[in-house]
């Protein structure tokens, strides 16, 4: 069964750092695209990130370039995102998704449960 | 604002089809297939539609999906209380160098 955990979420104050992680089970992981998406709290969906298999290729949203960073180890099965300077916009329930074909990072067909990060003083 | 534009609500009685629309531009669904991912209420997305078109297993025939230019639609026949939900759009943007999603379409099962 494919599962994608993630976790490192918490309180922290504006201009603080975090770094999340995710954990997958139950694929090649090493194969796959991975995605950061993030949801405000009664809110749409927001894409944050992706890489690609083999970490050739990163991309990222506008609101979150030269602060967050994306990262994988295929060793480990995990994907990062360490996150910097946060903003109390950054505020949001953050989901890691697998990409289902090759590079389409707009199609995830596996989703985890998110963690949920807060920026606040 | 969201680059892809979905209606903010939508709503139907059981048995009955609805129809959602995103409408983007050239740089996304103009040139990028569109995915459709469903949310149930505190539950993470599910894909719902890829490649425009294509269910992934497990998805009833209920759900279809077409593009056309620089719009896309998700319909629904058979309307179910299930079916309860918000609905997004995603596309890859070409010139965003990103994924898109739509500002999402909260359907209610009258």
């Known amino acids: 069964e494919v599962q994608l955990v993630e976790s490192g979420g918490g309180l922290v104050k504006p201009g603080g750092s975090l770094r999340l992680s995710c954990a997958a089970s139950g694929f090649s992981f090493s194969s796959y695209s991975v995605n950061w998406v993030r949801q405000t709290p009664g809110k749409g969906l927001e894409w944050v990130s992706c890489i690609s298999s083999g970490s050739g290729y990163k991309y990222y949203a506008a609101s979150v370039k030269g602060r967050f960073t994306i990262s994988r180890d295929d060793a480990k099965k995990s994907l990062y995102l360490q996150m910097n300077s946060l903003r109390a916009e950054d505020t949001a329930l953050y989901y890691c998704?697998?990409?289902?074909?090759?590079?389409?990072?707009?199609?995830?067909?596996?989703w985890g449960q998110g963690t949920l990060v807060t920026v606040s003083s | 604002q969201s680059v892809l534009t979905q209606p903010p609500s939508t709503s139907g009685t059981p048995g009955q089809r609805v129809a959602i629309s995103c409408s983007g531009s050239?740089?996304?669904?103009?040139?990028?297939?569109v995915n459709w991912y469903q949310q149930l209420p505190g539950t993470a997305p599910k894909l719902l539609i890829y490649t425009n078109n294509q269910r992934p297993s497990g998805v009833p025939d209920r759900f279809s999906g077409s593009k056309s230019g620089t719009s896309a639609s998700l319909a629904i026949s058979g309307l179910q209380s299930e079916d309860e939900a918000d609905y997004y759009c995603a596309t890859w943007d070409d010139s965003l160098n990103g994924v898109v999603f739509g500002g999402g379409t909260k359907l209610t099962v009258l």
């Open positions: 050239s740089s996304n669904l103009g040139s990028n297939t």
């Open positions: 998704a697998r990409v289902r074909d090759g590079y389409n990072y707009a199609m995830s067909d596996y």
